[in-house]
């Protein structure tokens, strides 16, 4: 069983939409969690950053952690054509620097 | 200020040989992060750096993967011999201490 799942899509929704993606993971000793965007054949870029539980927002984007479920969310209010991408969640313990990855969902948003 | 930098975008070779992929950070940050994306095994640390230092390299395939640091502004990652299963996204990323992490655009290696 990998350290974070999440469900690779692909996700296919109309525009203006709510999007939700989510992710599952093992290690309870995960404390920052982070989702990033990759468009095609670009690099990973930081979408939000989390510490511990709670919700944070962010403009569209909203991110959620449970740590007594160990489920995070990211929910994407309004989507856009422009928010088409993959969508990494990633994780990491306090004083560590490996990220561990989900593997990413593929999101398409119809015009 | 520019982002991660990466060279080159796109490498095509032959098995047998030796590539090098190269990475320059964002000014001032510590740390720099080695990646190999592909299909089946997603997005995967190779080693990391802290100070110029490998900290872990735990994540490195095999032999054939070296990757080195002489200065803050510089890394290398090689790979000698290459072989058609190290065909993948290899992105370099670096940080500040405690800080987010920022990728690179990525080399696209294709070992025939």
């Known amino acids: 069983q990998k350290e974070v799942e999440q469900d690779p899509g692909p996700l296919s929704v109309p525009e203006g939409a709510i999007v939700s993606l989510n992710c599952t993971y093992s290690?309870?000793?995960?404390?920052?969690f982070m989702w990033y965007r990759q468009y095609s054949r670009k690099g990973p870029e930081l979408l939000m950053y989390t510490y511990s539980s709670g919700n944070k927002e962010d403009g569209r984007f909203t991110a959620q952690v449970d740590k007594s479920s160990k489920y995070i969310s990211l929910f994407i209010r309004d989507s856009q054509p422009s928010d088409s991408a993959t969508y990494l969640c990633?994780?990491?313990?306090?004083?560590?620097?490996?990220?561990?990855f989900g593997a990413g969902t593929t999101v398409t948003v119809r015009a | 200020d520019a982002g991660v930098i990466q060279s080159p975008r796109h490498e095509v070779t032959e098995m047998g040989q030796e590539v090098t992929l190269r990475c320059k950070p964002i000014s001032g940050h510590d740390y720099l992060f080695w990646y190999r994306q592909t299909m089946m095994r997603g997005l995967e640390l190779l080693i990391y750096?802290?100070?110029?230092?490998?900290?872990?390299d735990s994540g490195m395939p095999e032999d054939r993967f070296s990757a080195k640091m002489p200065n803050a502004s510089f890394s290398t990652l090689k790979i000698q011999p290459s072989e058609p299963r190290d065909s993948a996204v290899y992105f370099c990323a670096s940080s500040l201490p405690s800080g987010s992490q920022y990728f690179g655009p990525g080399t696209r290696l294709t070992v025939l």
């Open positions: 750096f802290n100070n110029n230092v490998p900290i872990d």
């Open positions: 990633a994780m990491t313990e306090t004083n560590d620097y490996k990220l561990s």
């Open positions: 290690n309870s000793a995960f404390q920052y």
